[in-house]
Nanobody, 119 residues
Framework: DVQLVESGGGSVQTGGSLILSCAAS????????ISWFRQIPGKERERVST????????YIADSVKGRFTISKDNAKNTLYLQMNSLKPEDTATYLC?????????????WGQGTQVTVS
């Protein structure tokens, strides 16, 4: 089955930067649409950014627009999230998720997450 493994989290000071990675075990149609989510305990999971292997402009949430950038390296089956100008409110567990189409609501595959702490 598809496995997603996140890495790159850590602790940074306000204004700092991190690059998160999500390595996918599968580059088939199962992972055509890949997203970054973040989860803060007690709060609803937030979709941060989405990118498709096909057409379309990547989605970036308003809360991170201008600071975060999503990208992918198809040769490495890896998704990235460049996070700049980090704020304490960006503190969360960041997870990547994949599905076969961005038109579908449900994500079929999830990683375990990587913790980002901004202080």
């Amino acid at each position: 089955d598809v496995q997603l493994v996140e890495s790159g989290g850590g602790s940074v000071q306000t204004g700092g930067s991190l690059i998160l990675s999500c390595a996918a075990s599968d580059q088939s149609s199962k992972t055509t649409c890949i997203s970054w989510f973040r989860q803060i305990p007690g709060k609803e999971r937030e979709r941060v950014s989405t990118i498709s292997r096909g057409h379309g402009v990547p989605y970036i949430a308003d809360s991170v627009k201008g600071r975060f950038t999503i990208s992918k390296d198809n040769a490495k089956n890896t998704l990235y999230l460049q996070m700049n100008s980090l704020k304490p409110e960006d503190t969360a567990t960041y997870l990547c998720a994949a599905k076969s189409s961005c038109l579908f609501a449900r994500y079929n595959y999830w990683g375990q997450g990587t913790q980002v702490t901004v202080s």
